[in-house]
Structures are given as C-alpha cells and as structure tokens.
C-alpha cells in the first residue's frame, strides 16, 4: 500500500488539507479466477488501488496463491495507472485537496510539496534490500545490485529477502535451452525460471559476499535444504564457472548434503564438461556437469520434469547427496542468493 500522510493548515482564516501521496509500482499478474469459472483474469496487487503511479505487466501464476484478502480482478489491461484509477472508481489524482468554508480564498501553494518528484517506480539494490524497506511480500520486484536495472522474484518468507534464481515445481517451462538462453534466463519469475548465468555472475562478482540457499521437495512431501555461505559464479569467459563453499544446513532443516562442486557451466550447445560425451545433451538441461553419472555429478536440478518420483537414470531432477539414486527424481527445487552484510 502507498505510504502517505495528510497536512492540515490554516491559511488567511481557511482550513487547508494538502494530501501527499508517494510512488507505488503496482504489477498486474495474470491467474485463473476460480470464481469466474477459471478464467484467466488481471489480477490486482495488494493494497489499495488508488495509490498506483506506475502500471507495470507481471507474470502468470497458474493457480491463485493463498491470500489474507480477496483479490481484485480485471479483464482488460489499462494503458497506465490513470487508466486503472479510473476502473476502480478512485478519485482524481491530487497533490493538494482543499476544504475551505469560503469559495473566494486563496492559498500560496509554492512551497507546498508535490508528487512530481516521486513518481519514478521504486527499485532497490536487491531483494535484502527491499525486505529492510518493510518490503515483506513475496512477488517479482524491481532491483539494481549492479547498476542495471532488472526484475527478479524475491522471497521474503524467510525474515530475509531472498533472490530467487532456480525454480521448478511443475514442468511448464521446458529448461533444455541453448547457451543465451541460460545466460540471459528465461520462463516466468512468477512460475518457473532461471534468472540468467550473466545476472549471477554480476551479482555474485561483488563484495561482500552472497549466500546461496537451495531447498528441494521430494514426491512424499520431504523437503530438505543445503547452504553455501560464500557462492559465487564466474565470467561468461570462464564459462560460468560455480564457486560453491563447502554446505552446511539452516537450523531446523534437514540437510540435503553438498550437491555442488567447482564446474564449468555446459548446454547443449556449449559443452564444458570434464567427460568425452555431451552431458547437457543427453540429459537434457544445462549444468555444472562432470561427468554424465551420479558418481561424477551429485546433482541436476535443471533436467527433465517428470510427475513422478520414478525416471530412467539420469532423466529427471535429482541430488544424490539426499535423494540418493539418479534414477528418483524431485518434484520441486529452489536455488536462491541473499547477500550476507550491507550490500
């Protein structure tokens, strides 16, 4: 909700309120309203409408999330956040409302202060960042860690803000991608996603250092977690080389062992593994790879989404380390980077 505060003045014997409102970004989503016989409808943010000064196109949530409140939807996308105003009945936008008894008044208004200075859209550093400005949603916001600009999804559920960089839960984004692709990422930051080895890289390259966090779900409902206090990936030169330290496990988790290791990136179409075979190719997705097999690669959280637990060797999603066998895959993973002090 914009965050806003009223001046109440007296000025040549009339009672003045000025009313000033700050910038709110407001992304419309879009998701199934079950409501509406599942139809796929705009969805409003949190909070109240009225206070938006800048629309902006979100993702795709295929189910509707839980909520404390009812959402608000729509069925057509306003050209700006007048337009949405508009659709919600608010009232004209204003820096200064009067209520005055006597209509020939007049107030100097010059040193009053306006919005016109507060309308840019807010962007943090990164999601800790936001999360320190009472920023305790979960959603896709707009952050700057290294002087570009750039929506991620930042996961504020851990009294800590989290961004999120690998997320997989049901297979509707297809993860065997070419080289670009992983560099610059794709898939919906809304659903499932890979932020991009370029990001990662920029991100992780500065000091002080960044955290990685991943938490993987098996079939039975098991979850379990691994993190690395100091992560980091190198250049696009270096081929996107992970630097992982050793793992540990966050109190009162189950720990998922260390999955990760000191390796080239590898795709399909860039193959960087230590092994004479194409491993990115024959499993489908891309990796830190070694080799092609568990005893070489403990993990791949990039491969082939399978609705069950039971895959051929290899072909799924899977961590040695805690699930044990290549050959039983996860049925949801989340890779997520924090940094560690003041950023």
């Not at 196109?57 to 069925?75: E, F, T």
């Not at 690998?166 to 930051?189: C, E, I, M, P, T």
């Not at 920029?202 to 039975?220: H, R």
Request: a negative charge; one cysteine or more; aromatic letters at 12%.
């Amino acid at each position: 909700m914009g965050v806003g505060w009223m001046w109440n003045v007296i000025v040549a014997g009339c009672f003045v309120t000025v009313t000033w409102v700050s910038a709110r970004m407001c992304v419309l989503g879009t998701e199934p309203d079950e409501s509406f016989g599942g139809k796929v409808r705009f969805v409003l943010p949190p909070g109240d409408p009225c206070s938006c000064t800048e629309l902006k196109l979100g993702g795709h949530n295929s189910y509707a999330p839980p909520r404390n409140d009812k959402p608000v939807y729509i069925d057509n996308l306003p050209m700006d956040a007048e337009g949405l105003r508009k659709t919600q009945g608010c009232p004209e936008e204003s820096t200064r409302r009067e209520s005055t008894q006597m209509s020939t008044s007049k107030v100097e208004t010059s040193d009053l202060p306006t919005t016109r200075e507060t309308l840019a859209p807010v962007v943090y550093t990164d999601c800790q960042d936001a999360f320190n400005n009472r920023q305790t949603t979960s959603g896709v916001y707009t952050i700057e860690p290294y002087g570009v600009e750039f929506d991620a999804y930042c996961d504020m559920t851990t009294e800590k803000g989290y961004i999120v960089i690998q997320k997989r839960f049901d297979g509707s984004v297809d993860f065997n991608k070419n080289w670009a692709d992983y560099q610059n990422g794709f898939g919906d930051l809304n659903g499932e996603s890979w932020l991009g080895n370029e990001k990662l890289h920029q991100i992780t390259s500065q000091s002080p250092k960044y955290e990685l966090l991943v938490t993987l779900t098996a079939f039975d409902g098991s979850v379990a977690q691994a993190r690395y206090s100091d992560f980091s990936v190198k250049s696009n030169e270096d081929n996107y080389e992970i630097n992982p330290s050793s793992a540990d496990t966050p109190e009162n988790t189950v720990s998922a062992g260390n999955g990760l290791e000191s390796k080239q990136f590898s795709t399909f179409d860039h193959d960087h593994d230590d092994g004479d075979l194409n491993c990115a190719e024959l499993l489908s997705g891309g990796w830190w790879f070694s080799h092609c097999s568990d005893s070489y690669t403990p993990s791949n959280l990039n491969g082939v989404y399978s609705d069950t637990p039971n895959i051929a060797g290899y072909l799924g999603i899977y961590w040695t380390p805690w699930n044990g066998y290549s050959d039983v895959s996860l049925k949801a993973t989340e890779m997520k980077i924090r940094c560690l002090e003041d950023c």
